[in-house]
DNA sequence: GAGTGGTCTAGACCACGAC
DNA sequence: TCGTGGTCTAGACCACTCC
């Protein structure tokens, strides 16, 4: 990693340093390896170490760098493509949907917000599972679904042994009985948000870490059925969407694309 | 807004002055309102002004507050949904999408990077056209379209004049031959970015700004017919996704779903 | 214990908007 | 001219990992 001087430009100096630690990356480091420490870059640089970790909080935020306390900063590997096409899984559980495990699960009345974004009234029963979804090993996505025991009354209940894992299996009996539900459309938004304490633990980040927020209504029968929150965690994941056939673009391609 | 005194826990000082601030703007201002600037905020709370501004740039990142140099610090509007739905807008320029604004068109051979994502062999000529999106009379996004000559040469070419506005008739040529072509496949990805300088200024933020960026890929007739990046304020924007006729999910009860 | 990133401080000056 | 947020400095101490 060269000493390219600072230009003397009304551009902010975190910000042209950004740019020379990104050619850095992109040209001396391979994935995985470590770039020299804060201090010493700093002081190669000719800057605080304020303005320094100013840089690398953009290049973090954009999954360039992984920062680990008492290591160091890594380049990091390039983001995945993590699919988020219900369409093709059918519903949540079902059995080509592999990568979520069940953390918990709950049955509780609704409060006045969600009843409102799951069309029904307040104080209504609603079965809430909280996942998290792995991918390549590690954690990438927390969840909560939610759904109203009314969306599903309809169906056999599934008999609970009322054994030690009570919530496991009525995860499981929510599950089951809403895959036998036919979807009839999905939609989803996608916005950026940070992680709370419990989502960043089960996500292993610290909390404020950023997180792209899904949130998918499913509709059966007419109504909505099912509500997910999902919140992905940013670093690492890019979300695909629609038909699969398509060969994936890139990220190095993707960037190119964006500017040419 | 009260003076709500932190606690000793092990918690970092920014996170819970996040979280009291958050706390604040939910209950004590309105959407718009100015809240006291951060000199005096970090007395009232009793810390240095950067760990403050750690605190306001995270609420910020979460489309919280919105800071104006000169102004102050407001209390943000509720994020914008957008709908990025193409298989219900057809495709890029048709009559129904009405928010794009093009501002600029060239074309050139494509480069190797850019060959890749569009299965075409490299220094093939691409038409790239560059857009502004706008929602509420604010820019929302900026995008850059590529189509390769390749998918649109069995169209009929559109004369141009050749006027003084020579790349905003090329846009309208390919814009108006790719709306012939039938979609037989879209691909998405979303990830998040940082805005460059160009885009930056187009979406009148500073450079850094965070965004969504969306890379779709159309199909058509078997082969890929464009790629389109575009990048969304990730500050002011939610994407919205899906079949149209579900209610959308208001915000406030998303995150009440989030953790609920 | 040595080295790393994470947090925090108490200042300084600048760029911008309103007056 | 004044008040605002934006940038930058030169330190300090802590939490964590590895040896």
Redo the contacts between chains.
């Keep these: 990693m060269g000493t390219a001087q600072l230009s003397a430009v009304p ?2 100096k975190y ?1 042209h340093l ?1 740019t020379v630690l990104l050619r850095a990356i992109d040209s001396e480091f391979a994935t995985g390896e470590v770039i020299p420490n804060e201090r010493e870059l700093a002081a190669r640089f000719g800057v605080a170490r ?1 303005t320094l970790r100013q840089a690398l909080d ?1 290049l973090e ?3 360039r760098l992984v920062r680990r306390r008492g290591i160091g900063t890594l380049v990091a590997a390039p ?1 995945v ?1 993590v699919p988020v096409n219900r369409g093709a899984e059918g519903w949540p559980g079902s059995s080509r949907e592999q990568a979520w495990r069940t953390v918990g699960c709950g049955t ?1 009345g609704a ?1 006045e ?2 009843a ?2 799951l ?1 029904i009234a307040t104080g209504e029963p609603v079965h ?1 599972v909280r996942r998290v979804r792995t991918a390549q090993g590690q954690p990438v996505a927390t969840e ?1 679904l ?1 759904v109203p025991e009314s969306a599903l009354s309809h169906l056999p209940a599934i008999q609970l042994t009322g054994g030690p894992d009570e919530g496991e299996e009525l995860a499981k009996s929510v599950l089951r009985r809403l895959e036998r539900l036919t979807v009839d ?10 992680a ?1 304490a ?2 960043a633990a089960l996500l292993e980040r610290p ?2 870490t ?1 997180v ?2 899904v ?1 998918t ?1 499913y ?1 059966s029968a007419g109504r ?1 059925a099912a ?1 997910a ?1 999902s ?1 992905y965690r ?2 690492t ?18 960037a ?5």
Tied chains: 1, 2.
């Design positions: 551009e902010p910000w950004r304020a953009q935020l954009e999954g983001r493509g509780a409060s917000q969600l409102g974004a069309g809430t909560s939610h459309g999905e939609s989803r938004a996608v916005e950026l948000g940070v709370e419990a989502e909390p404020g950023p792209l927020v949130t209504q509709a909505l509500v929150v919140t940013a670093d994941c890019r979300l695909t969407f629609g038909e699969t056939g398509l060969v994936e673009v890139a990220p190095v391609a993707a190119a694309a964006r500017t040419a």
